[in-house]
């Protein structure tokens, strides 16, 4: 059967759909700082290419970003050539004088690789025109780990502190920033340290707007086995207090995100390394890809203020152009504002609603209803008409009324009952516009 072309225009479409989405996403992560860390797996198996393309776009964009690489396949290959032992105790590395050996010679040729990668320059591919400056050097200082349940861990460290004047000098100067999982003593010591401590620790000296993990899974699981998107750091902490046994990646990196944004990081991400554009799709969509961290939830309801007014005119006018709703100058919106409640999800404005209050009647109208489309199907509705059902008691309402002429069902299915003009207030009855034949449901409070 011959192979049938995807029509160009439907693909052109999408395309041009998918960027103007992106549009906020980019605007608001300019100037911002990135930590991102990804094991020595990334490097070894020529995943770390695409990886360049991508952190070349960010860079573009204006992300400052902090790069974090692992080496331990790399350090694993050097032991075994040179028939040196490879010891852990409780998951840490037991780094004697020959582990460090291999330690060093492996983190330098992780880094030399990495740094070739992103000097790219080739023409005809995501690369061409780049011109990233890396900066690596002594940024982190390190302290030894000592013994541990009995064991000594000898060069084994963890981060005592980050250089982040030194850091932030480098990312004014519009260079990417490359940490390997090595640190230095004031005594001239070199420790060896886990790619995680060293990311997290960077990330919260530096006050980072996101710390991204690549992992071997797509994310963090829940107990179906479901991908969990987004989680409180309650949430994560009661993850990890699962009886059932999590991958290991997981273990490792969880706990480090849950770290992060106890300590001031805006969002941790742990996504999988196996997935081409990961790390775009991640931060340029809607839903993401793997798991998001963050220390309280994205989603709020709240009264609406005058900040609102354009992400309000963002949702509604598609709405309005349909017939939906009712139009609404900007002048009308800022004067009503005070009637309005908004869905904000993560700084966007994904739904509204407004009270109209009829006091006589001790009757209220709820108007200009919506949800942002991209966010429907998760009981957002529900949860935004429930709010304004408390907010309409809280003002000693004791009936609610809505007019529509798409959403009767919705509305029916949900307590409200049909019912005729004649028993609108009589202010909203010489209000009602007979020629947008809006259905009248009413709902006791």
Known sequence: MPHKMQNPKFKNEHFVEWFRSAAPYIHAFRGKTFVVAFGGEVVSEGQFIGLAHDL??????????????GARPQIEEELTERGAAIRYADGMRVTDDDALKCVKEA??????????????????????????????????????????????????????????????????????????????????????????????AAAVTLDADKLVFFMDTA???????????????????????????LPADVGYYLPCAIRACRNGVARAHLISRHTDGALL????????????????????????????????????????????????????????????SVLEYDGLIIGCAALYPFPKEKAAELACMAVNPDYRGAGRGEALLEYMQVRAREKGFKQLFVLTT????????????????????????????????????????
């Open 281 to 340: 799709q991640e931060l340029f969509t809607h839903e993401g890809i793997g798991s998001m961290v963050t220390e309280a939830a994205l989603e709020t309801l709240r009264h609406a203020t005058i900040d609102d007014v354009g992400g309000i005119l963002a949702l509604i006018e598609p709405l309005e152009a349909e017939g939906i709703l009712v139009r609404r100058s900007r002048e009308l919106l800022e004067m009503e504002i005070d009637r309005f």
């Open 107 to 200: 983190a330098g040729t992780v880094r030399v690789e990495i740094e070739a990668l992103l000097s790219m320059g080739l023409a005809n591919s995501p690369m061409a025109g780049a011109d990233i400056r890396v900066a690596s050097g002594n940024f982190v200082t390190a302290k030894p780990m000592g013994v541990r349940g009995g064991v000594d861990l000898m060069h084994t460290g963890e981060v005592r502190k980050i250089d982040a004047v030194g850091i932030r000098r480098r990312l004014d100067a519009n260079e990417m920033v490359l940490l390997s999982p090595l640190g230095y003593s004031p005594t001239g010591e070199v420790f060896n340290l886990s790619l995680e401590d060293v990311a997290t």
């Open 406 to 445: 798409r959403t009767a069902h919705w509305f029916l299915e949900r307590g409200f009952t049909e019912t005729g003009v004649d028993k609108l207030p009589k202010a909203k009855q010489g209000l009602y516009n007979y020629q947008r034949r809006s259905k009248v449901f009413s709902k006791p409070l």
């Open 56 to 69: 070349n776009l960010l860079n573009s964009l204006g992300v400052r970003l902090v790069l974090v690489h």
């Open 219 to 245: 994310g963090v699981a829940g107990k179906g086995g479901e991908l969990l998107r987004e989680l409180t750091v309650a949430e994560a902490e009661s993850v990890l207090a699962l009886p059932a046994a």
